[in-house]
């Protein structure tokens, strides 16, 4: 048992970030590398059920920062209310998970649909309906606007300004939104968007965007100092804002995929470190 | 010869849609397929030179809806003066061509530059400089807001609303903005900034959002109705606020440059009249 490095204290490892890693193999590499919280996701915790998932994290000393991740609101008719039953499982999955930050993709056009007026409009109507659940449950719904080249495939909500004006029109403690770099760092409103959202910041995710994206755009989002963002602000803004929380590093990516987890673990310190708190 | 179809009076081939086509080309097939506009590119006229490119549409009874392209105006020092050399050369051949409408892509970061902030700033000194030049020669700089999957390596300019606070700043005869149906159908905000935009419109392009995006995703351009996009709510808007120019076709996309051109003029025209004149 190494003495924790104060500097660490606020940073969570995304499962997705080591993709090949169980919840207990992320629990223990989290430990290893003095890591103090993770973002878990549905599909593994899963395979070993919220109760042992919620026991290994909580047996390893660990906050779970987010559970990730309900949605896809945006169907209609049966479709739609399968989506909303999956999403009150979700937020029982967080609340058992003993996270109070459930993220949302808010989902695409349907198949062959091109009316974003209306898919936006479904997915108001999805949020109004859930959010009283969450909240009843402890646990708060973080709308996460996507980067606008996912509008078509994978969420209508495509910037902070739009995130909020939604979360608005709910309690605080029921709708949240995220911010995550990659997918807002080119909006000229960004900065006064976050600040905008104050205590509506329900998480804060950090990778770097790349170019040339790799043919599955999904898989464009890098290694802190890979890309083109500069973190620092960010940290910054959210901090000003009266965030407090953790900050969660997400990546979705063939090569770090690739790589030992552990060996992506001390990478994302040490770029944590260097570019996100000190920048 | 034939009788001009009137549905069409007021449709553009942007040259990129036809790239195997030289400028005589091209000219020739919109002559035989009744288009009565055409949207210029530099490189094909500087094959002919901007004199012969004139007389080869002149004399064709065409109008040249726009230049494609100046910009790339983001750079520092030697190269950022390069650039203004460059912009003002096209200025020139736009007025020589008998265009008023010069688009610009603004250009992205700099090589290893995560100054996003700076690079914006720097876009707007060169515009400032280019303006007065442009605006005596009878020509008007159209900001065209790129899709922001090109922030980092093509266009700072991301959204309708933030190139109309730039082009706000100049008179209306000198900086315009460009609509563009790829480039924006995303945005939560967009019905607002073309009401706004009203006579600062300098043109209106449109072309389809595919997904999966290809492997380079400058050719996810599509053929109207091969994507995502309900064009005749833009070709609507455009109208209402004033807007009484052509509607360019602009489509970057390996299979569409595969095909036989009239081919692909004949979709072109079908799809126009189907989906962005009656929706």
């Known amino acids: 048992m ?25 629990v223990d590499g989290c430990v290893r590398a003095g890591i103090p919280a ?68 808010v989902g695409g056009l349907p198949d062959a ?10 997915m108001a109507d999805a949020v109004a309906e859930l959010a009283p659940y969450a909240g009843e449950r402890g646990v708060r719904l ?16 495509s910037t902070l300004g739009q995130a909020l004006d939604l979360a608005e029109q709910f309690p605080v403690d029921q709708i949240g939104i995220v ?19 104050g205590a509506r910041i329900a998480s804060f995710q950090v990778c770097d965007f790349l170019t040339p994206l790799p043919a599955d755009v999904l898989l464009g989002r890098g290694m802190m100092g890979d890309g083109h963002i500069e973190f620092a602000p960010y940290q910054q803004a959210v901090a000003a804002a009266g965030y407090t929380g953790d900050t969660e590093v997400e990546i979705f990516n063939a090569d770090v995929w690739a790589t030992d987890p552990d ?17």
């Not at 190494?2 to 992320?26: H, I």
């Not at 042992?52 to 909580?58: L, R």
């Not at 973080?142 to 909500?157: N, S």
Request: aromatic share 6%; net charge neutral; with cysteine.
């Open 38 to 105: 993770i973002g878990l996701w549905r599909e593994p915790v899963a395979e070993i059920g919220v109760a042992a998932a919620a026991k290994a994290v909580a047996d390893a000393g660990l906050r779970v920062s987010s559970l990730c991740r309900g949605g896809f609101l945006t169907a209609s008719g049966d479709a739609g209310r399968a989506a909303l039953d999956d999403n009150r499982r979700a937020i029982d999955e967080a609340a058992g998970l003993g996270t109070d930050c459930l993220v949302l993709v």
């Open 142 to 157: 973080a709308l996460e606007p996507l980067h606008p080249m996912y509008c078509a495939d994978r969420a209508v909500l």
């Open 113 to 122: 649909s091109r009316d974003l007026r209306g898919a936006r409009q479904r």
């Open 263 to 279: 060996q992506v673990l001390a990478t994302m310190k040490q770029r944590y470190v260097d570019l996100v708190l000190e920048g």
């Open 179 to 197: 911010v995550d770099t990659f997918h807002i760092w080119w909006d000229p409103d960004v900065w006064a968007q976050i600040a905008r959202a």
């Open 2 to 26: 190494t003495t924790p490095d104060p500097r660490l204290a606020k940073l969570s490892l995304n499962q997705m970030t080591t993709r090949s890693w169980s919840v207990r193999e992320a």
